[in-house]
């Protein structure tokens, strides 16, 4: 085998440099042989096309070595294609199976596999087209997330994923500690004694990294966060996973206005990334979702491609409205008045479950929507309250297919108010003394929110269940690989 340096197939397929000599390595995911030539289609995970390798006059030995899924190290010369199918192809000079796929057993074969099975080895779906496409892709959105905000000036803050706090103030922590479960020690009261934990106090996974950021960004102005959350609801939904990503800014002297056109800005920028970067993936899953579509009645069907989708964000501008307003919209429309809600809307305050978000969205704007000034009963401790004493400054961001994508709010800058509030909701003040500390000593107008990483993921490549956006996911009952 040459020793001269490989070449990616991504970048062997647009070069015009025919004739020349390379080294190509990759896996076999398919192969044709006849009499006299065998073709390989080759893929090294660069680029969702295939690199096709000719084998002229193939042994018996040679082809049979090279199964689906074998690798393979080629030297060979690079040709202008006879074929209009590619612009240029490989012909063998020298090809080496480096390791053997044994086709009996290989789970993989050049088929359509349903996107359950691949879940279940998920350890191998890499090596398929669409996970190919779902995860260069995911790769592209962080880069796009680190570049907008840096571009911004914004600085990136790690922060604990360790914690001793819960953000959300829902209770679904996952527990962190060194105590022998079936030895817990306990105090007087007959309460687990965590002073004698690791840490010296109860410990938790984070579900979100606001509070920290919060501190940051009451002297860096503007921050963000990028980290894993965890959250043990036992949803079973297609949007929620226990582990899962979030891109979180904070920054200082911005109102709820401010974050609402930063929280637009960010996601058509990432879009817009997505577009002019990723055109490769993104056109395979379009494809393969119209060819998905062809078997759904036409009412089912959705109006638009993928990329058309895409593309229709990037142009129009996101609905603002209220959540009296969408409550009102929800109530008054024909779809509540026939029943059609499993959750009807009859009252103001109630939660608006992922239905009525997508109805809002699908429906009746058709277009992204972001609500704000949501009950303050069904929303966190640290959100603004309004002066109607009934509404706090939250925003939320729902998009087709999904609903919430970003959940976020101006906070509560006074300290008497957050204070008061705290102690109607039981959040522990003594312990939380750090946050309210920001509030007492040089207290300023501030905002940020929580983009679910997976849920853009989701919303960019068109997939539809979001075990299939993340490389492991961890679900309830599953934490396989
Ligand atoms: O609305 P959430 O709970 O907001 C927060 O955590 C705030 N602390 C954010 C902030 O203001 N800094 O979560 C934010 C987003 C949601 O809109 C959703 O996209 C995603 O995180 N998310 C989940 N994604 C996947 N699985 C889950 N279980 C999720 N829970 C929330
Ligand atoms: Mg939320």
Redesign the pocket.
Known sequence: MSKSKRIKIIDLLKSESYDSTVVVKGWIRNKRVSKNVAFLAVNDGSTVNNLQIVINDPNDELTSKCSVGSSIACVGKWVKSQGDKQAGELIAENLEVTGFADPEIYPLQPKKHSLEFLREIAHLRFRTNIFGAVFRIRHSMAYAIHKFFNDKGFFYINTPIITASD??GAGEMFHVTTMDLLNLPKDEFGAIDYSQDFFGKETSLT????LE?ELAALALSEIYTFGP?F?A?N?NTT????E?W?I???MAFYDINDNMDLAEEMLKYVVKYALDNCLDDLKFLNDRLINEEKDKPQNERSPMTLIEKLEFVLANDFARITYTEAVDILKNSNHNKKKKFKYPVDSWGIDLQSEHERYLVEHHFKKPVILTDYPKEIK?FYMKQNDDGKTVRAM??LVPQIG??????EREADYDKLLTRMREMGIPEKEMYWYLDTRKFGTVEHS?????F???ILFVTGMSN?RDVIAFPRTPGNAEF
């Open positions: 953000c959300e579900v979100s990294g606001q950021g959350t959250r609801e949803s949007r929620h996973l226990a899962f979030m979180e800014p904070e966190a939320d961001i919430e994508i970003i959940g976020g709010s940020g929110f929580g983009l679910g997976e849920r853009l979001i």
